[in-house]
């Protein structure tokens, strides 16, 4: 009588299907992580190799884990190793729970490395050392508290924005308002706004740009302005940075498709993580990776910066025997990122700035990238020189946008270039260099006069 080895069929069966589940989880991870270049990355949602890294790990994951059950299938190691999987899987949840809700109690420099929902629940413990305000839509600084971005420590004014304490109560009114991002806040010890009130004067000058917003928060500082001022400037200066506005504008209309208003707090939160961000265009939200892997993302990225400010590890230009970080900046958008919604948001704001100041003239000015000024010199990387056609047309467009809605359009773009051939105009931390902001002010304040001249 021929002898049977127990569960000899339930093997032979558990192989084969073990073989396909481990093959369709290779295949997952592939089709994951050849979609994450080709979607993710093309459409700028996202803007650093962490974040790249970030994602990729899930994909690497998903296809570790089916060679496992391939390579694995006939031992018996393989329960043990799933074992030690789900141990694993169990620990990674407990500290991710117990970080996210200590989150409020941990040092804020710690929370800032951690993911866009434990950044929430500590913004909204409002811990005392918090300068900002997140209102609807904006963030501003709490009046006169002191605040530090790019390593700039200020005062903010009355209204909570970058200008000297005291100016708006000094003056009966405003003659230019500066709307904006961090160009227009600031990443040097001057900003635009200093300069402008030394070329323009006796004209004055406000500034109530602010660091990471996008197109979509434009109107409502302006708002803010007029109503916690009382004043009517004479002209308003749009200041449109190509790098990052449009994918800053996209995540604040993501959010809001999902709910408006939006708090500051939560476009802030998700500013560096805007891939997690549902949006109209995509209808599965990625799923939220676990603590640690937004600390191992932090670290990745500090060892990332370091390497970079090293000119052995990185191309660089030599301009006036200066070097110019070359290959790390933000890039110039592509023509056809400028979509009906990117207008939209452009007309928004000046119909709000029609409606509450109807005799203020309305400037929009394009801010280039690295790439837009330094785009034909970093033969290091080619795909760079692609930059200055792809500005050119992008500015077409925005100048297109501009006539549309009867407004004055200003590109300092050629001029710059000039300028950056023998000048170092840009920064490492991609924004204008101390003389960049000074040149673009200068061009800027004969935009301004122009238009000033125009309007007497």
Known sequence: MPTRTPNSNSKGKKEPLLTITGGLLILTGIVLNEWTLASLTSDGKIDSRGQLLLIRLFDLSTILLGAALIIF??????????????????TVFVLDTLLYFSAPLLPESLVLAMSPNAQLRYIRSDPPNNPWVYDDYIRYAKPGATVELFGIQVQADSLGYRNPPGYLAQRSGIDVVL????????????????????VVAPMSVYSVGMAGDGISQWRYHYQRFVQGSNTSPRIVALNFYSGNDIT??????????????????????????QFLVPSPGRTLPLPKPPELL??????????????????????????????????????????????????????????????????????????????GLYGDLMTACPDYANDIPRQQAASQILAQYADQLGIYYFDA??????????????SQIDHFSPLGYRLYAELLAEAIQS?????E
């Open 413 to 426: 773009t050629p001029q710059l270039r000039q300028y950056a051939k023998t000048s170092v105009v840009w």
């Open 73 to 90: 299938r006939k031992s018996q190691w393989l329960l043990k190793l799933l074992a030690s999987l789900a141990v694993l899987l169990l």
């Open 294 to 371: 937004f600390l191992a993302n932090y670290t990745f990225d500090i060892f990332q910066n370091r390497n970079l400010q090293s000119q052995e590890s990185q191309p660089s230009l030599q301009i006036a025997g200066q070097p110019v970080l070359a290959c790390a900046h933000h890039r110039e958008p592509y023509p056809e990122q400028f979509d009906p919604d990117i207008f939209a948001e452009i007309q928004r704001t000046v119909q709000t700035i029609q409606t509450l100041t109807p005799d203020a003239k309305i400037l929009l000015s394009y801010i280039p990238t690295s790439g």
């Open 179 to 198: 709307v904006g991002d961090s160009f227009i806040w600031g990443t040097e010890e001057t900003t635009i706004a200093d300069h402008l009130r030394e």
């Open 248 to 273: 800053d504008t996209r995540l604040f209309l993501g959010l809001q498709s999902r709910r408006d208003p939006i708090n500051a707090a939560e476009y802030y939160a998700y500013l560096n993580y």
């Open 451 to 455: 238009l000033s001249e125009g309007q």
